[in-house]
T-cell receptor, first 111, second 116 residues
């Protein structure tokens, strides 16, 4: 079985541009999580979904961030407009039971 | 207060020796889960081992074992027979509550370097 798939793996953009990160969870998993990793703040949860419904978005830093899960096999995290402080590695993870499995991450650099 | 505390920013271990990475946690829930993940320099997060709060036995997965001391609220990772490929960042994480979909809270991590 394929693991969690994220795209793109690397993204370099300029301040003010819209950025869209994509995630395909493991088939059959009913929870999907978006995390952000930075040196200063470590790994922090942004938002998570259960059966495509957002459950907790309290970690989303600002209104510039939005996430959707239109179906069980696809989710997006959008930043509009992007800022240099959004530079980080963004992970998507999915789970069915107790363990969350992480994708390879998207390394975002906003100039 | 920190939910997950990893007090060792960095550790060295000689190849083939065992090493213990410390993790303490803080929760008032009776039902919770503890996890360890490995993050090599390539950046991916690799699940290593899980311990449920009601599990009576310490979890083991190959060379990894979790030394779970509930009264002390500690969940230390023990890696036996260290290999050069074990060099990585290791994160301890906790899921609070009974719901398996609950979010994970991560510690700051411990960098492990295995010396040949």
């Amino acid at each position: 079985d394929a693991g969690v798939i994220q795209s793109p793996r690397h993204e370099v953009t300029e301040m003010g541009q819209e950025v869209t990160l994509r995630c395909k969870p493991i088939s059959g998993h009913d929870y999907l999580f978006w995390y952000r990793q930075t040196m200063m703040r470590g790994l922090e949860l942004l938002i998570y979904f259960n059966n495509n419904v957002p459950i907790d978005d309290s970690g989303m830093p600002e209104d510039r961030f939005s996430a959707k899960m239109p179906n069980a096999s696809f989710s997006t995290l959008k930043i509009q407009p992007s800022e240099p402080r959004d530079s980080a590695v963004y992970f998507c993870a999915s789970s069915f039971w107790k363990t969350q499995y992480f994708g390879p991450g998207t390394r975002l650099l906003v100039l | 207060a920190q939910k997950i505390t990893q007090t060792q920013p960095g550790m060295f271990v000689q190849e083939k020796e065992a090493v213990t990475l410390d993790c303490t946690y803080d929760t008032s829930d009776q039902s919770y889960g503890l996890f360890w993940y490995k993050q090599p320099s390539s950046g991916e997060m690799i699940f290593l081992i899980y311990q449920g709060s009601y599990d009576e036995q310490n979890a083991t997965e190959g060379r990894y074992s979790l030394n779970f001391q509930k009264a002390r609220k500690s969940a230390n990772l023990v890696i036996s027979a260290s290999q050069l490929g074990d060099s990585a960042m290791y994160f301890c994480a906790m899921r609070e509550g009974r719901e398996y979909g609950n979010k994970l809270v991560f510690g700051a991590g411990t960098i492990l370097r295995v010396k040949s």
